[in-house]
């Protein structure tokens, strides 16, 4: 069993800044392929980024490229979200999510946190 617990949401100008947390819990987290995806009002849950468990090969939503960066440390059994330049489309709630499968999609998500929002203002 693995328990994610998300924070760092809040309200922000556009063009400003958020650095998301996650924190883990479980005894093989560290094994676990992590990552973020967020959810506005009336649309799906969707990607926008993950990590390997080693840190390695990150990957992002294109409409995030160049401004999020997601991060882990295993010794802390964290992962973090890093935004950069937000933009009002930018608004939702973001979810931490872990897999132990190759690849990160809302079908083979693990474990869910309960989620933080994010919000943006123009």
């Known amino acids: 069993q693995v328990q994610l617990v998300e924070s760092g949401g809040g309200l922000v100008q556009a063009g400003g800044s958020l650095r998301l947390s996650c924190a883990a819990s479980g005894r093989t987290v560290g094994t676990y392929n992590m990552g973020w995806f967020r959810q506005a009002p009336g649309n799906e849950r969707a990607f926008v980024a993950a990590?390997?468990?080693?840190?390695?090969?990150?990957d992002y939503v294109d409409s995030v490229k160049g401004r999020f960066t997601i991060s882990r440390d295993n010794a802390k059994n964290a992962v973090y979200l890093q935004m950069d330049s937000l933009k009002p489309e930018d608004t939702a709630v973001y979810y931490c999510a872990s897999t132990r499968g190759p690849t990160m999609r809302y079908e083979t998500v693990d474990y869910w946190g309960q989620g933080t929002q994010v919000t943006v203002s123009s």
């Open positions: 990590i390997t468990w080693g840190g390695r090969s990150p």
